[in-house]
Nanobody
């Protein structure tokens, strides 16, 4: 069984930067994670993908964050990061970490709040 814990959410001014961190912890004898990703849910909105990364470090991004956000991971530590630059108020949301074994969702984190406001 996998547990995901996010951290790093905060209040940031427009144009600012923030780095989110997610640690995946395994309990018992279970399968490995292949894909990790970040999703977000804005107030009143639906959860949407932000960025994803495979165990071989292939990445894909939502169009709205391309060129501003960077996802990375350290496989040996089961950690994934999201570097967010040039943030704008539309980035305000609860950000969730996600882990998959191929197409099967293994776990979600509890979320970390990012607020972009002056």
């Amino acid at each position: 069984q996998w547990q995901l814990v996010e951290s790093g959410g905060d209040l940031v001014q427009p144009g600012g930067s923030l780095r989110l961190f997610c640690l995946a912890s395994r309990t018992g004898n279970t399968f490995s994670i292949t894909h990790m990703g970040w999703y977000r849910q804005a107030p009143g909105g639906q959860r949407e993908v932000v960025a994803r990364i495979t165990s071989s470090h292939s990445t894909d991004y939502a169009d709205s964050v391309k060129g501003r956000f960077t996802i990375s991971r350290v496989n040996a530590k089961n950690t994934v990061y999201l570097q967010m630059n040039s943030q704008n108020p539309e980035d305000t949301a609860v950000y969730y970490c996600n882990a998959r074994r191929d197409t099967i969702v293994v776990s979600w984190g509890q979320g970390t709040l990012v607020t972009v406001a002056s």
